[in-house]
């Protein structure tokens, strides 16, 4: 089982809260809180926080990849022929997606994953706008940006970038 470190806090008066850091749970709790409860209510989060990622590991699978890529395209880009795979990939570490349009294949880096949905579905989007238009230029422009969050999405993964590169 990963860490579990309990932080009291003489500020905090009733709320509890939980979060997780890496391989560690942090928990917060009021200092006046009795050792009992604290114990109750630690259980109760970690269990609530192992729900919420065991739900979005399901959410995380290439059977809801696809899924959710074929929502998007009939969305955003109906003109698209249906993609014969969508996946993750765990050798995608300099791209965030790719496709192969004579395939009708997508494949996502796994980096991916933890980030919000709204990311996701903009390289979906992006991947899938590959099938009608190989290159990137006024018409995949014109297409891609139907989802109404691209512009937000790629300022996202260019501040990931940024920071991995700055931090290697």
């Known amino acids: 089982m990963a860490e579990i470190e309990v932080r009291r806090s003489a500020r905090r008066k009733r709320t509890v809260s939980a979060r997780r850091e890496g391989d560690r749970t942090i928990v917060m709790v009021p200092a ?17 926080l192992d729900a919420r990622e065991d739900r979005r590991r399901v ?15 009939a969305r955003y880009v109906p003109e698209a022929p249906a993609p014969t ?3 993750w990939v765990t ?11 004579s395939q009708g294949t997508i494949r996502l880096s796994h980096r991916l ?3 919000p949905d709204h990311v996701i579905d903009a390289v979906l989007v992006h991947e899938i706008t590959h ?5 990137h230029g006024p018409r995949f422009d014109a297409i891609s940006e139907r989802y109404p969050r691209m512009a937000e999405a790629m300022g996202f993964l260019a501040g990931v970038t940024w920071q991995q590169r700055r931090d290697s």
């Open 32 to 48: 006046s809180m009795s050792r009992a409860e604290e114990e109750r209510v630690v259980a109760e989060l970690v269990g609530k």
């Open 59 to 73: 959410a995380r699978s290439d059977e809801a990849l696809a899924r959710r890529a074929a929502d998007l395209a």
């Open 85 to 87: 795979s969508v996946r």
């Open 91 to 101: 050798n995608q570490n300099s791209r965030w997606g790719s496709c192969t349009p």
């Open 113 to 115: 994953e933890p980030m």
């Open 131 to 135: 099938l009608v238009v190989s290159g």
